[in-house]
């Protein structure tokens, strides 16, 4: 039996089964093993429409870059002054990339050398604070990341986490309630988004709290980086943001990475020391090369994406409820402006229970947390998140989100069994093979 008590039972019983079978290999049947769950898992995912909003599909080019062999070398230090010698081809890489990223993200700095949208945050909590301040967060009801949280990033720097005032009515920032909270705690950050954002948040009202007490604004865009860098959502930094943090993979749909903007000059330097000689030192030059071709798909073609995958999402929220499937509308705003759509999920048992039911019928989610609405039971979400970004550069548009609807309301509303849907998702699915909007 594996020694981690802290892991559920599920997890103790699954890696007390493999770390057995694992155990007994041998060197070439232990790389069979590697090659067989990898080749296994791929076709498995060819099989499945993903819904799931954190993830996307690499482009062939960007997936044959992650592969080459100049991300096992050493480049440490600024470009044009590394400590690795023979580097300079990799040094004006960095360059290229990051101003490429800079230029898409309509910033003046951009912190590329970071490993995931995670590792973004740790960076954002060491530039503008120190252990034992304060900072005001989403809570998880309103889809606050756990890295904002004692549980993540913000609790290994030693920060003091209280929520940010919401107002469930409109899923967004409580302005006046913010103000108040932020006077009596005086924190140092306060940090806007998660891993839900239906609509644009007010960024503006935000700031000009953080300036009444002295604190710092960071927009978590882990979610939302294919959408502001296609134009299409909001502009936190123009809006006020002092930084902004995100990943490189979900909407923006590149390698899993992280990256961290900012206008402020000051700010930026923290994070250069920050990420060398910090925390990071040397990264993976393949991984910085896949990143720019991403880039140089969304500086062609962002705009159209954005604007597929906010389509899709208001076509799917609009089938689902004509399916029967509750879906989440904010009054006066409806359901979403993003690639994301909330399905309130209690009558299933929570969005655990109903992604679970879901996954035999080969489509894909996750459960997310949203106010107002009761959970189940203590520790289970109380809602479906659902994303469109994979559908959107699959070549899916609205006009087939009735079908999709369909998938999940067969298994969610009528209740018929799984195994009887996934032939009907396979072959959804198979009608859309490659991938749009990636020139590689």
Not at 33 to 45: D, P
Not at 230 to 249: N, V
Request: proline share 7%.
């Amino acid at each position: 039996m594996t020694d981690r008590p802290w892991l559920s039972a599920a997890a103790r019983s699954f890696q007390d089964r493999h770390e057995a079978a694992a155990a007994r290999l041998a060197p070439v049947a232990a790389r069979e093993a590697i090659h067989r769950l990898v080749e296994r898992q791929e076709r498995h995912l060819e099989d499945c429409l993903v819904l799931y909003a954190g993830t996307n599909e690499p482009s062939p080019g960007l997936a044959r870059l992650l592969g080459s062999p100049i991300g096992s070398r050493p480049n440490l230090g600024p470009p044009g002054d590394t400590y690795n010698r023979g580097m300079d081809e990799a040094a004006e890489l960095s360059v290229l990339v990051s101003t490429l990223l800079a230029r898409l993200l309509r910033c003046r700095y951009v912190e590329t050398r970071v490993g995931s949208g995670s590792l973004a945050n740790l960076y954002a909590f060491y530039t503008t604070c120190r252990p034992g301040d304060r900072i005001l967060a989403f809570s998880d009801a309103f889809a606050g990341h756990p890295t904002h949280h004692a549980v993540g990033a913000a609790g290994l720097a030693g920060l003091e986490v209280h929520d940010l005032p919401c107002d469930p009515a409109t899923m967004d920032v409580d302005v006046p309630g913010l103000r108040r909270r932020a006077h009596e705690l005086r924190p140092r950050l306060l940090v806007v988004a998660g891993s839900m954002c239906l609509h644009p948040y007010d960024v503006a009202g935000v700031r000009a709290v953080a300036d009444e007490v002295g604190a710092h604004v960071l927009y978590d865009a882990a979610h939302m980086g294919g959408l502001i860098a296609g134009g299409r959502f909001q502009q936190p930094l123009a809006e006020g943001a002092h930084l902004m943090t995100g990943s490189t993979y979900k909407s923006f749909g590149g390698p899993p990475a992280g990256f961290v903007a900012t206008d402020d000059p000051v700010l930026a330097e923290r994070l250069d020391r920050i990420a060398y000689p910090g925390l990071t030192a040397n990264f993976d030059l393949a991984r910085t090369a896949a990143l720019g071709l991403a880039v140089t798909d969304l500086i062609e073609f962002g705009a159209e994406y954005a604007e597929a995958c906010i389509a899709d999402a208001r076509a799917l929220a609009a089938a689902l409820t004509a399916r029967g499937v509750p879906v989440l509308d904010v009054a006066g705003k409806g359901p979403t402006a993003s690639q994301h759509v909330a399905v309130p999920a209690q009558r299933w048992g929570g969005g655990d229970s109903a992604a679970r039911r879901l996954e035999p019928a080969n489509v894909l989610t996750s459960s997310i947390g949203i106010p107002g609405v009761p959970a189940p039971f203590a520790g289970e979400a109380n809602a479906l998140r659902l994303g469109t970004q994979e559908l959107a550069r699959r070549g899916m548009g609205p006009a087939d989100m009735p079908a999709v609807a369909e998938l999940v309301a067969r298994v969610l509303v009528d209740g018929e069994a799984p195994d009887r849907v996934r032939p009907d998702t396979v072959a959804l699915r198979r009608r859309f093979g490659g991938l749009r909007y990636v020139r590689t």
